[in-house]
T-cell receptor, first 114, second 110 residues
């Protein structure tokens, strides 16, 4: 079985500051890891994914994440926050490749202060 | 453009009624999923399907059923709606390790 823990249900940063959203996972087999973003009253949009290739993954909108097996982490970062980044962010894991459903974290609400 | 749609977008029903939520995708993906989203729980998997006539239970399948008669549609049925099923429901389809989500259906059970 796999699980995801997102540290911090709410994270607040100033516009232009570094964004860091934390995600730790547990999986009995090599994981595939995902970050999704959800804007108000919308569905989820894929930001980036790790599928056992490069450990540093670059996604859309300037976000990136690094897979660290020793720390069982997949933290999401962006060098400079923009007001449009305000949204809910979800980390998700699946045990390896294949077509199984995803196990999601509880989400982190990112607030951008002007 | 190919897409995934859900209907209705909002639904209010009464306890004990049967409710069906529709999900339709035009990507011709074999794999489809239903999740529910609740505050403090993130998204949890209800049912999923790998193709026509295939259905599988997810983490929170009690009180829900799905059927897959064609590639494009995976309707979710609440046999007898309960207040605990008030939630936002998301449908997704996948290809190449990526799941694509619909806009969601907000269901309120009174």
């Amino acid at each position: 079985a796999q699980s995801v823990t997102q540290l911090g249900s709410h994270v607040s940063v100033s516009e232009g500051a570094l964004v860091l959203l934390r995600c730790n996972y547990s999986s009995s087999v090599p994981p595939y890891l995902f970050w999704y973003v959800q804007y108000p009253n919308q569905g989820l949009q894929l930001l980036l994914k790790y599928t056992s290739a490069a450990t540093l993954v670059k996604g859309i909108n300037g976000f990136e994440a690094e897979f660290k097996k020793s720390e069982t982490s997949f933290h999401l970062t962006k060098p400079s926050a923009h007001m449009s980044d305000a949204a809910e962010y979800f980390c998700a894991v699946r045990a390896g490749g294949g077509a199984d459903g995803l196990t999601f974290g509880k989400g982190t609400h990112l607030i951008i202060q002007p | 453009d190919a897409e995934i749609t859900q209907s209705p977008r909002h639904k209010i029903t009464e306890t004990g009624r049967q409710v069906t939520l529709a999900c339709h995708q035009t990507w011709n993906h074999n794999n489809m999923f239903w999740y529910r989203q609740d505050l403090g729980h993130g998204l949890r998997l209800i049912h999923y399907s790998y193709g026509v006539q295939d259905t599988n239970k997810g983490e929170v399948s009690d009180g829900y059923s799905v059927s897959r008669s064609n590639t494009e549609d995976l309707p979710l049925t609440l046999e007898s709606a309960a207040s605990s099923q008030t939630s936002v429901y998301f449908c997704a389809s996948s290809v190449a390790d990526t799941q694509y989500f619909g806009p969601g259906t907000r269901l309120t059970v009174l």
